[in-house]
């Protein structure tokens, strides 16, 4: 039984490896700097957005460092943000590869979650070495607390994209309906706030929203005892698990209803 299931996950590994690289591929071709763009889309977006606050002086509004403000908000929010687009309706484009029996709807979502994970931290590690060396921030305080958020936030991140994935197959409304949640939740999500900032009743309002808690802890390890964060990594735990409990259940479903074109 040990070496069927070591046999199993040799094939998943190849099956995703190669779906991997043809999502490469397909989505950044081989011109100009090619797969790089995985790390220099998200790079660019947090550049943009830590210039114009610096342009209009938003640093004047907290002692915490601007730059260092936004690469750790909204690089928290572009983990899971672009996960969640990149899986919606992921299945639909893949359909000739079911015809495969290795391939399963769980792989083309892995395959494309992996690819924003990978770029989403690879983006944010580079902007925190880039800009920590020229001395526009603070190396992070606690660099465990750190990784322990940015963890949590990839893990919401994943059972996210799977929810979203499947439910954008079955109903085409819900997928334009989520580009517009997602604008919503992008200012709700903690990257452009401390919860500390806000009254005690909208604090625990944003509070039951998981992903407030992952960009809470980014920020904590980032900023030690500068700043007073609210975090709950146990509570986002939780959320997680049931989360992945729904979006695992939801993938067994559409592997049984999905049909090769």
Not at 68 to 84: D, E, H, K, P, Q
Request: net charge positive; with cysteine.
């Amino acid at each position: 039984m040990e070496t069927s299931l070591r046999r199993s996950f040799a094939i998943q590994r190849r099956v995703i490896g190669a779906l991997l690289l043809r999502e490469i591929i397909t989505r950044y071709g081989r011109h100009n700097i090619g797969v790089l763009w995985i790390i220099a889309e998200p790079m660019l977006f947090t550049l943009g957005v830590a210039a114009l606050w610096t342009a209009v002086k938003m640093h004047s509004v907290s002692n915490i460092p601007i730059v260092a403000f936004a690469i750790t908000g909204y690089s928290s929010v572009l983990l899971w943000r672009n996960v969640t687009m990149r899986c919606a309706k992921a299945v639909e484009p893949n359909l000739s590869l079911m015809y495969h029996r290795n391939v399963k709807v769980i792989d083309i979502f892995i395959s494309r979650i992996l690819l924003e994970i990978i770029g989403a931290s690879a983006s944010a590690i580079t902007l925190t070495l880039g800009f920590c060396f020229i001395g526009s921030m603070s190396w992070p305080q606690d660099i465990i607390i750190v990784i322990g958020g940015w963890l949590l936030l990839s893990w919401f991140a994943i059972a996210l994209g799977f929810i979203v994935g499947v439910v954008s197959e079955r109903s085409e409304a819900f997928e334009r309906l989520w580009h517009i949640v997602t604008y919503l939740l992008f200012p709700l999500s903690g990257a452009v706030f401390m919860v500390d900032w806000l009254p005690k009743v909208a604090q625990k309002a944003v509070l039951m929203l998981p992903m407030v808690h992952g960009t809470e802890m980014v920020r904590h390890g980032f900023f030690g005892s500068v700043v007073i964060t609210h975090e709950d990594p146990i509570y986002f735990a939780i959320s997680n698990i049931i989360l992945t409990y729904m979006g695992l259940a939801l993938v067994r479903d559409a592997g049984h209803r999905v049909q090769p074109e």
